[in-house]
């Protein structure tokens, strides 16, 4: 199969496998049909054998993995479409989520995530980025690993205290640096950073599978909960778009995509959301279509979506939108102004007046051009439109051979445990030393009181006490290696 029936309107609308890397929109107000139109194109990708990443905003998609089953509605819609031979199935999906909540724990180490982006996100200036990257250097000579925000953290206080000799070598820190990052990394963790951070951190190359039929796998990530924090989201999602771009080979126009991302919800990645990270967003977007990946936006407005993305969108698909406000009617024009059409169409009246599950479409074409648009009625999906109970979530979840590499936490010694095991034994040695002075002292105020009265004798008891003070710090001495050691 080198096409996905979408939907029939004046002709049957197929999208082109070999363009899906042309990117996609799927636009249209809350209940017109966007969520079944994503769902009709994931399936179409997995029967291709095409693996596919989908943030889940709603929390409504898990029902993939289970078989639809014939109503009346459906009934009358597969009528209307002409389609006698509609069968009912089911597809391989991974539920993700970085809460570990509601579906595999998602990580990423912050190494991984690199000083780059991580100052993309955080939206810090050059002079804080030139500091991070510091950070990132001196963890890397140290030796010290930086997996999780302890680590990074506890590396910032380590830079701070070693400001000076660390300046002389990498360039100036300072301090006011230090702190400014500090305090952007607490809006982060609190948006629930310190469980994204982690190990088992993601291996992409489990996201870009096929099963053992040689469907291709449904990655869905639930963000239901993520997509309060807007950052985390958008910062999320562009992680996984980054490391795909840097892991896959460049390969121009494939006969299928490697693999299809679905944002829900997209206006989010262009709102509240900092510059630099959109634009990173755009610059990602245009530059992983080479690699063979098609990314597809899904918004209730199609403006949501900057100019420089929507003009790489080649596959559309446009729901019923609302045309209560002049504003909301310049909107359609200006929407109805994106489609190639010919005279038969007034693409605002058809727009405004489409229905649930119908919507104009237009595709590239072989050329690369974009067909005409068509009205179209859009097919139904073949897995369920039930919501799965909490039972068949849970078993959905745990059911994936995944779940078990991922599910537990791993916290090994990096650069936090090291850094504190480091304060602590310079803490105990300064606490031995002035123990050990302290007793010194003792012994030579006694050694003084005595030598008023010094008699031969006391001779023998000097040299006596001589040798309790060096006993004193030989114990001393092994004590401390002794603890040393029992730390290691
Ligand atoms: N292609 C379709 N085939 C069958 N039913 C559809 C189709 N599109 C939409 N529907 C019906 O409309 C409802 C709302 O669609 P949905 O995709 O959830 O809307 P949206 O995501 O835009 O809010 C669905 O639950 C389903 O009952
Ligand atoms: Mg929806």
Redesign the pocket.
Known sequence: MDKILI?KGNRENYILLNKMNRHGLIS?????????????LTEGLSEAGVPTILADV?G?LANISKPGEMND??NS?LEELGISNFDFKNYPVNMWDIYGEKGIPLRVTVSEMGPLMLANILELNDTQTGVLNIIFKVADSEGLLLIDLKDLKQMINFVGENREEISKTYGNVASQSLSAISRKLLFIEDAGGDLFFGEPAIDIGDLIRTDTSGKGLVNILNATKLISNPLLYSMLLLYLLSEIYENFPEVGDLDRPKLAFFFDEAHLLFKNTPKVLQDKIIQVVRLVRSKGVGVFF?T?NPLDVPESISSQLSNRIV?QLRAYSPKELKAIKAVADTFRQDESMDLKEEIINLR???ALVSFADESGAPTVADKA?????HSS?ATLTDEEYRALVGSSPLYTKYKDPIDRESAYEILLERIEREKSEAQRQKELDAQRKELERTQKSNRSQKTYIDKGIDSMLGTITRTIGREIARGLLGSMTKRK
Do not use: M, W
């Not at 249209?28 to 009709?40: E, F, Y």
């Not at 009625?377 to 999906?381: D, E, H, K, T």
């Open positions: 939907g249209g107000a809350t209940g017109t049909g966007k969520t079944v139109t994503l769902k009709v709603k409504d509605k459906l819609r899904i209730q729901h649930t599950g119908e009625l859009i097919l139904p999906p439109f």
